[in-house]
């Protein structure tokens, strides 16, 4: 359409974590996994190597887009890193095992959820609920298109902010948000579109694509 301004967001999840044994990260710093070659060859294939990188506080994501680049080849750009898009804080949760949590339950069946830890208002001690995560990354997105337009923005961050993302181009319920898959390594695309008088509205590309 012409005159349209189209900002691609280029939503990669990092790399699979290791060393927890099945406990809860979050926002917790913890290692990760970069040795699929295939997967970060794939990845170099599909996300674009112009335009503005992005990664979250936590050094998981920065090591993942570092690995995206060594199978690119060539000088990688700069990281900025976009506070905002950081993973779901689960707070006294972090570090305690599923079990330990009681997973899929904590103990009341109104927080129960087929799909996630628990129910998307429900908030942990010291930590935020995914309704109050799906409001950051609104707000984080909006942000990034402004300050991007019309370029691609790549994004390496986290499964629960990938989520909050769709939902906010879908305008769809943090609680069906919850619903989705979204693997490791994946690549999610929305698009920002904007047009000369008529606002802005949201696109959504493709969700969970794999890398190779």
């Known amino acids: 359409m012409e005159g349209l301004i189209e900002t691609r967001f280029w939503l990669v999840r990092h790399a699979p974590v290791v060393g927890q044994q099945g406990r809860c990260y979050g926002t917790k710093d913890v290692e990760c ?3 699929n ?3 970060f060859a794939g990845l170099a294939r599909i996300v674009p190597d112009s335009g503005a990188w992005h990664v979250t506080p936590l050094s998981r994501t920065r090591r993942t ?12 750009p700069a990281f900025t890193v976009a506070e ?3 993973e779901q804080c689960f707070g006294d949760w972090q570090g305690r095992t599923y079990v330990e949590l009681g997973a899929y339950g904590f103990g009341a069946p109104e ?3 087929r ?3 628990t129910m998307a208002e429900v908030k942990p001690d010291g930590g935020e609920s995914f309704k109050e995560v799906c409001a950051r990354v609104s707000k984080a997105l909006d942000a990034l298109a402004t300050a991007n337009r019309g370029k691609d923005v790549p994004v390496v961050c986290h499964g629960g902010t990938i989520r909050a993302a769709v939902a906010h181009a879908l305008a769809i319920e943090p609680e069906k948000a919850l619903a989705m898959t979204v693997d490791t ?3 999610t695309r929305v698009d920002r579109l904007e047009g000369a008088g008529v606002g802005h509205s949201w696109r959504v590309g493709f969700v ?3 890398p190779c």
């Open 33 to 35: 996994d970069t040795t």
């Open 37 to 39: 070659a295939a997967a």
């Open 65 to 76: 887009a570092d690995a995206i680049w060594a199978a690119k080849g060539g000088t990688r």
């Open 84 to 86: 905002g898009m950081i």
């Open 111 to 113: 927080k129960s959820h």
């Open 115 to 117: 799909h996630w830890l």
């Open 185 to 187: 390594l994946s690549v």
């Open 208 to 210: 969970n694509r794999a």
